[in-house]
DNA sequence: CGAGTGATTGAAGTGGGTCAACCCTCGTGG
DNA sequence: CCACGAGGGTTGACCCACTTCAATCACTCG
């Protein structure tokens, strides 16, 4: 069934991970040449996701891990109570499915909010690399801790204020975008009022009001998906985080 | 300056963990005799630590990690705005340290809230191990991402109401002693009405008005930091969490 | 053009925070 | 052996940040 929806990219005779941009954001920086030659032949497929779609469900059996060629997604679980939250939104050059490493079964929903390319890693495939190099090990080892520094993160957001929560979601947006080369001043963002609270422990009113409040004060504008970071020293002075 | 404060345990010619009576938690399921045989050798150093005192300081340079023998830690980080928020609480079994495997530094925080022993594995000799054994490596991977489980866990809880929140550590903290075979229904807290709030995101006070609408209604009996749960069904009943 | 989804804004309600007083227990030292 | 002090815990009264509910607005897309 996976099968079906992967597609070897037309575009390209082979995929070659030296010519990427992500490369600077997906492979670890003190790969050799030859290392990344190696991991090329592994990545074998990309795979397209419309805009709406699952590229993961929780439940949904682990053999890839996938990275993001192009896109956006958001990752997602529903709580015993049926309610559902946001663990984070994920984009260019990031790791998509390692939560399903211990398991061998995703945890988390995993929904593009845009037109999204992803290239497909087989776990098998990775074990086995990792397994002879070192340093690819260590690359591993460092994309799962990563994840866990993120969430720490978003445990210490989750005891902020509202307007500290969402300054401190904005601060992180445009530092990643920035990381990726976009411009960290214009932004559009791709995911809705009640996405942004489900992520922050907010209700989509009170990021409204919070958007007003930040835009009243001359930090921000923002006209619905169109935002302008007009003092980012303003957003940093807010949570307290440096860059 | 590490070395000093380790010291061969003086009891036990050598650690055998195919003798501990941790091993049901501490190691993986499917190890073979030989598997086990092969970590106790590297399993060299036991540490105690007294109440009180860090085993881990956030910054800390990262060699090995640590299994919890006996004793309860309590692992925090401080927020940029100086306050301290708990990650968790870690009993015996429990393993130590591993938030330091990334960046080779460790992030977090852990303190003893009693008088604790611990067995110390250079994570030099962690890597060795886990490039000749698969089912090895399979097992650091697990140990990971079960921290990444426990995190996204904490995140949903801290969107519940408080008493929810509290029911839920409850049930948590019960379920682990249960599990190590201790009483799950007479427990002794080791951690202060101010430490389960920093956990939970609560104000001390909170924490004791929610022990006293639980005790009211019937579900536990408490007294300081003597806990009976009187009726774990209605804890279950409460976090919507089957056990 | 009209329906539907997402966003804004106001008014009223409330869960948990804040502040403060008081209690209990335990350890320490006169 | 008792007095004392300090740290942890409880409880009440009040307050406020965020939620809830509801009305209205503004795009977008059949």
Redesign the interface.
Known sequence: MLMKTQVRDQNMSNIACSKCHTRKICLPMDMTEKDINDFESIVLLRKAIKKGNYLISAGMGFNAIFIIRTGFFKTS?I???G?E?L?GFRMTGDTLG??G???RQH??DTVALEDSNVCVIPFTEI?KM??VS?VF?NHI??L??????R??F???M??MSAEERLASFLQNLTKNLQIRGFSSSEVLLRMTRQEIGQFL?LKLETISRMFAKLSKSGVVSINRRHLHILNSAALQKI???PN
Do not use: C, K
């Open positions: 679980i709580s015993p109570s309610q939250h663990l390692m939560d490493i211990p398991t945890l988390s074990e990792a397994s070192p090990l080892f460092q799962l801790s990563r994840e866990l520094v969430e720490n978003n445990l210490l989750l005891q422990g949570t307290g985080i």
